[in-house]
């Protein structure tokens, strides 16, 4: 069974750091498109980064460019966010998914699947 399983989430002050990993178990990610993704109460959840099978490619939504780093590492099978200068607006449920890599960049959401149970981030003084 194909299984990602996110972590790293927690309590922290505005302009804090957090660094959230994407583990997967039951299939190799090296194929993949990895996307994170984020769900704030009363919102639609949204592509938050995406990074591409070998890692060269990357994308961010304009509201964490500068802020937030997407990286990977293939061999440990896991996908790491790094998110700095937190901002209250970056509270929400995290969530990590995979899309085979075809070539074509990062995929829409939809074409995501295997997703994770999440990791809550709370930005708060």
């Known amino acids: 069974q194909l299984q990602l399983v996110e972590s790293g989430g927690g309590l922290v002050q505005p302009g804090g750091s957090l660094r959230l990993s994407c583990a997967a178990s039951g299939f190799t990610l090296r194929w993949y498109y990895i996307g994170w993704f984020r769900q704030a109460p009363g919102k639609e959840r949204e592509e938050v980064s995406c990074?591409?099978?070998?890692?060269?490619?990357?994308n961010y939504a304009d509201s964490v460019k500068g802020r937030f780093t997407i990286s990977r590492d293939n061999a440990k099978n896991t996908v790491t966010l790094q998110m700095n200068s937190l901002k209250p607006e970056d509270t929400a449920i995290y969530y990590c998914?995979?899309?085979?890599?075809?070539?074509?960049?990062?995929?829409?959401?939809?074409?995501?699947?295997?997703w994770g149970q999440g990791t809550q981030v709370t930005v708060s003084s």
């Open positions: 998914a995979a899309a085979f890599d075809s070539g074509y960049g990062c995929p829409p959401q939809a074409e995501f699947g295997s």
């Open positions: 990074i591409s099978s070998s890692g060269t490619s990357t």
